[in-house]
């Protein structure tokens, strides 16, 4: 018989059975030959007229139908998640998203996988749009020593390095997981302790590097930004001690290591204002938000000349940030697409509202702004907040010549240098200037004017305090004493 394993389901083909963790699963027919059909094919895009085909071989039928039988799948499969894995591809088809691995076994025997070397990587659900050249060509390049993905938040720098895993399974004996900034007390290993330790001693270093002693492997740590000196520090021991290892790190910063190889993620392909577009699968942008569309509100489907156009403004107001550009397609069912582009004029009130399971730092773009923005020194905040009331690109010279008066020189250059390094401030041009990210400058711009405005409310209240005690020091002249004294407190007042 066939049997198709993923995730933690196991379906017996010719039994029509569907398991999950041993328990039966309860589907209609039609949704079980769906399954059957993308479970086979995974990763292949199956048009519709395909799947109606499978599920309905001698009727003919509306599309509304093969529409609820994959909802019924979804459903069935987790809860109806949007990011599921039945993924619809917009104006294409449908695609099942997660590994499968297919066992011909005899009947008398119980079916049994071999323990996988990518047990520890978290399931991806969603499709990644954009990314295959890219991962490829990367994954081809991973070999002995540290290698750091870097780029802004939520470019998908976590589910790039997964992929790349994936990729490279055959090629090591072991591959290890850790995300640094999960906290909900999952099954720890002898590196995850050592890497979220509050105190590292040398034998929690030593048991997590015999954890790698005599196997190939290869380390993912994601999530470097809250501790880079602790990664850095234990990525480079274990690097030195194991030369072999392959170790893969995301951050939004390099670790900053000795023959570190940084790979920049960018954003994904947005057209320019002047573009004129017929396929939304021309910019990978535009793909991935028509294809998040379709999952959440398929009445909206991108697959006319202005939705597609309307689809490229949103993508161009994101800049191109997956993770944005997911929170835009979130909206859509609440504010149609027309409204959805007005509105995204001021991003960070619109993209409010993410997938309830991620990261809180993912859920909304403030959040995810907040994250960086919070492990910036008080000189970057200052210098970002002066920089974001540029809306062109700047260099340099130019920035220090209007900034630069607020820190010595050597502040300004260790702060400008420091915000590039955290991908805040987009790297320097051909022509030697520099950019602020839209959703970037939107959220520094805010936190100016916050700034800025308590400065001023702060001066006007003390100069209120001053004139009031002034008043009260005319008419309270009875002593040199007392003279003195309030002429004392005025001046401590105006020195505040």
């Known amino acids: ?66 529409r609820v039988n994959i909802v019924a799948l979804r459903k069935a499969l987790d809860g109806g998640n949007p990011y599921s894995m039945v993924e619809n591809v917009a104006g294409r088809g449908y695609t099942f998203t997660v590994p499968v691995t297919k066992l011909e076994v005899h009947r008398t025997t119980s079916p049994t996988l071999p323990a996988s070397r990518v047990d520890s990587l978290p399931n991806t659900c969603a499709r990644l749009v954009g990314r295959d ?57 002898p590196i995850a302790d050592a890497l979220k330790a509050r105190s590292l001693t040398s034998d929690m270093l030593r048991q997590a590097m015999e954890t790698f002693s005599g196997r190939s492997g290869l380390l993912v740590i994601d999530g470097c930004d809250w501790s880079i000196d602790r990664v850095a520090l234990i990525a480079e021991s274990i690097a030195h001690s194991y030369p072999e290892l392959a170790i893969l790190t995301t951050s939004r910063e390099p670790l900053g290591i000795i023959g570190e190889n940084v790979l920049h993620l960018p954003g994904l392909t947005v057209p320019a204002a002047k573009d004129q577009i017929d396929d939304v699968a021309t910019f990978s942008a535009v793909e991935l938000f028509a294809e998040r569309v379709s999952m959440v509100a398929e009445e909206y489907a991108i697959d006319d000349p202005r939705g597609i156009e309307l689809a490229a403004e949103v993508v161009r ?35 409010r509202r993410g997938n309830r399971t991620s990261h809180p730092r993912q859920q909304t773009l403030r959040a995810n702004i907040d994250w960086s923005y919070n492990l910036l020194d008080r000189n970057m905040q200052s210098l970002l907040g002066s920089l974001s009331v540029l809306d062109t690109e700047f260099t340099k010279d130019s920035a220090l010549a209007h900034y630069g008066f607020e820190l010595a020189r050597s502040d300004f250059d260790e702060a400008f240098d420091g915000l590039v390094v955290k991908s805040l401030v987009r790297g320097q041009q051909s022509d030697g200037t520099y950019t602020l990210p839209r959703l970037i400058r939107e959220y520094a711009l805010e936190k100016h004017i916050q700034i800025t405005s308590s400065v001023l409310s702060f001066s006007a209240d003390t100069n209120s305090v001053v004139r009031g005690v002034s008043h009260e020091h005319s008419q309270f002249t009875s002593s040199p004493r007392t003279h003195f004294e309030s002429r004392s407190f005025s001046e401590a007042i105006r020195a505040a």
């Not at 059957?36 to 094919?41: K, N, Q």
């Not at 993905?149 to 399974?169: D, N, S, Y």
């Not at 997956?322 to 993209?351: H, K, M």
């Open 133 to 189: 050249d890219l991962i490829a060509k990367w994954a081809d390049g991973i070999g002995p020593g540290i290698t750091t993905i870097v780029g802004p938040g939520g470019v998908g720098k976590t589910v790039v390095a997964l992929q790349m895993a994936r990729v490279l399974q055959e090629a090591f004996e072991s591959i290890q997981f850790v995300d640094m900034a999960d906290e909900t007390g999952a099954a720890s290993t």
């Open 317 to 351: 107001k994101t800049d191109g940030n997956p993770l944005a550009i997911e929170l835009a397609a979130s909206r859509v069912a609440d504010l149609g697409l027309e409204n959805l582009v007005v509105s995204l004029d001021r991003p960070l009130r619109t993209l």
């Open 1 to 66: 018989m066939t049997v198709l394993r993923f995730d933690d389901f196991e379906m017996d083909i010719p039994a029509r059975s569907l398991k999950r963790s041993g328990c039966d699963v309860r589907i209609g027919s039609r949704a079980f030959d769906l399954l059957v059909a993308l479970a086979s094919r995974h990763g292949e895009i199956l048009s519709k007229a395909d799947l109606i085909g499978v599920a309905w071989p001698d009727t003919h039928v509306e599309e509304s139908s093969l």
